[in-house]
T-cell receptor
């Protein structure tokens, strides 16, 4: 079982609508959680980082939440644009000496006009 | 400070040949990660290296694949005797030391085995 699970696997929404992507993790010990955006054919780019003590963080139209007790994070996209079409990847970093990054398999978002 | 540089961006190899993928981390970064991405799938961890050391290679196939990150020069992911199933995008990420630091990704090398 993957230590970072994302849902849904894929999502289609109309331009202008909101959506929420989910990430559940079992990684321990936990250091931080990042959401990355990967456009087709390109490398992932970080959107936001959440540490243990942070509950909510916004970056423009992106808002990430973290519940460290239930080990759940969400990424909410407001007023979606066509350029939001991409894969969104949840990445959890271990707090041990390895600093290993554990990747979720991503949510593929398609925004239609 | 240039970003993570991967080369070549595209690589075509015939079955049985060797593929060498290079990753130059960002200046000052001592941690390198390699990931493989098959078409329509997510990133799969392969190997994590620090300068001159392999820290975790649990995601790398035991045969034909090897990785190194020498004291000087780029990190190299080497695939010997390539097969069609090796066709994928290979991404490298680098980060400095520290748990709170961000890992930056390169643009990937797309390997096609014909």
């Amino acid at each position: 079982k993957n230590q970072v699970e994302q849902s849904p696997q894929s999502l289609i929404i109309l331009e202008g609508k909101n959506c929420t992507l989910q990430c559940n993790y079992t990684v321990s010990p936990f250091s931080n959680l990042r959401w990355y955006k990967q456009d087709t054919g390109r490398g992932p780019v970080s959107l936001t980082i959440m540490t243990f003590s942070e509950n909510t963080k916004s970056n423009g139209r992106y808002t990430a939440t973290l519940d460290a007790d239930t080990k759940q994070s969400s990424l909410h996209i407001t007023a979606s644009q066509l350029s939001d079409s991409a894969s969104y990847i949840c990445v959890v970093r271990k707090a041990d000496s390895s600093y290993k990054l554990i990747f979720g398999s991503g949510t593929r978002l398609l925004v239609r006009p | 400070n240039a970003g993570v540089m991967q080369n070549p961006r595209h690589l075509v190899r015939r079955r049985g040949q060797e593929a060498r993928l290079r990753c130059s981390p960002m200046k000052g970064h001592s941690h390198v990660y390699w990931y493989r991405q098959l078409p329509e799938e997510g990133l799969k961890f392969m190997v994590y290296l620090q300068k001159e050391n392999i820290i975790d290679e649990s995601g790398m196939p035991k045969e034909r694949f090897s990785a190194e990150f020498p004291k000087e020069g780029p990190s190299i992911l080497r695939i010997q005797q390539v097969v069609r199933g090796d066709s994928a995008a290979y991404f490298c990420a680098s980060s400095p030391t520290g748990a709170q630091t961000e890992a930056f990704f390169g643009q990937g090398t797309r390997l096609t085995v014909v």
